[in-house]
């Protein structure tokens, strides 16, 4: 065992690490939250339910990584509101008219 005396490291000089400041707009892009309001608008308007699931997941994933909330909580809420009508639409909406042939 090494003793005390001997010990090069210098306890009153460390300091906890800081992570520096980066401004709102410097942050890198939140593409899951943009894939997002992507499936989130096919799924709302083709009807797709697909694409309304994927939406639904891929906003969780940018709520669960979101880094400035007044910047992506809008996208994240937006993304989600169209996962949630194209789920809607798909699953209690009017279903389309199948033509019978008599």
């Not at 009807?47 to 996208?75: D, G, Y």
Request: a positive charge.
């Amino acid at each position: 065992m090494a003793s005390q005396s001997n010990d090069p490291r210098q306890p009153s000089a460390a300091r906890p690490f800081r992570p520096s400041m980066i401004p709102p707009q410097d942050l890198p892009i939140d593409y899951s939250g943009f894939v997002a309001v992507i499936f989130g608008v096919f799924g709302a308007i083709f009807r797709h339910k697909v694409c309304s699931w994927l939406a639904i997941i891929f906003s969780a994933q940018s709520l669960a990584n979101m880094r400035s909330v007044e910047n992506e909580l809008k996208q994240t809420s937006m993304a989600m509101m169209f996962g949630i009508m194209g789920l809607v639409t798909n699953y209690m909406g009017v279903a389309p008219r199948q033509n019978q042939k008599k």
